[in-house]
């Protein structure tokens, strides 16, 4: 991704905040899709990528430098995304092009995933693009080789106009339900296993927003009040993520 595809704003512009806003609120939908990515034998995205808000303070206090850049090789934890930086900053002088870096969900900006030539997020993108001629337009659409649709009609997931279903659960979390029964049949201790910050499967799947996947888990023991290392549970992370339909099953 070239730098041509970096978008700088004074920060103060309400509709690119409104941008950020809507891309905070459904990066969840992203990392659902990248969870499903990372455990697919072929890869179904043509790319994946977040926009995150870099700063460097200056001499003048409250005015720091600020650009917006994009990270790929994502990572998140529910409330950290992780990556490596793929733009070279035009004035920060605190980080480069290939840095690993992370951010709170706060400071994110956008997201963007493409398959099969499709552009799913994009907020910020698709919010330049209402700004082009159609002229503009086609020319952007080329230099990215995207086909971003209609920028008022942005699209979250794939199949969501033929199966609006897929924006509460992902078609693979129900496909592969009776293969996940059978691999914590054949790998119990995977249940109750925490990793190095105490996450369990049972919170990843949750972050992950799969249901019937988080149904399964409760079904074979799992234990919904096991916390991280900081102290959150899976409820906790439905909540923070307002994933509505996991909400009821960790409530009880």
């Known amino acids: ?73 994502i990572s998140f934890d529910g409330e950290t995304v992780r990556g490596v930086l793929i733009n070279e900053p035009d004035r920060l002088q605190n980080v480069k092009n290939g840095d690993y870096v992370e951010a709170p969900l706060s400071r994110i900006c956008d997201w963007l995933l493409a398959t099969e030539g499709k552009s799913y997020g994009g907020f910020t993108v698709q919010l330049l693009r209402s700004g082009m001629s159609p002229e503009e337009r086609q020319q952007h659409d080329e230099a990215w080789d995207l086909d971003f649709g209609d920028y008022n009609d942005i699209q979250l997931v794939r199949g969501q106009k033929e199966h609006p279903g897929n924006l509460t659960e992902h078609p693979m979390s129900v496909n592969m339900k009776d293969s996940f029964i059978s691999f914590l049949q054949q790998h119990p201790s995977e249940i109750t296993q925490q990793d ?29 009040n096991a916390k991280t290392l900081d102290g959150k549970t899976a409820l906790d992370f439905a909540r923070q993520l307002n994933w509505e339909h996991i909400i009821p099953l960790l409530s009880h």
Not at 17 to 34: D, H, I, M, V
Not at 35 to 56: G, M, N, Q, T
Request: proline letters at 4%; aromatic letters at 12%; one cysteine or more.
């Open 196 to 224: 190095d910050a105490g996450y369990t499967l049972l919170h990843k799947e949750t972050i992950a927003g799969n249901k019937t996947i988080v149904e399964v888990l409760l079904e074979a023991g799992a234990d919904k």
């Open 1 to 73: 991704m070239e730098e041509k595809h970096i978008f700088y704003s004074e920060g103060d512009d309400p509709a690119m905040l409104g941008a950020f806003k809507k891309a905070q609120e459904t990066f969840k939908y992203c990392w659902r899709e990248l969870s499903w990515e990372s455990r697919r034998i072929v890869p179904a995205l043509d790319f994946a990528c977040v926009k995150i808000a870099f700063s460097e303070e200056t001499g003048t206090p409250g005015k720091p430098i600020v650009e917006y850049m994009w990270v790929n090789e």
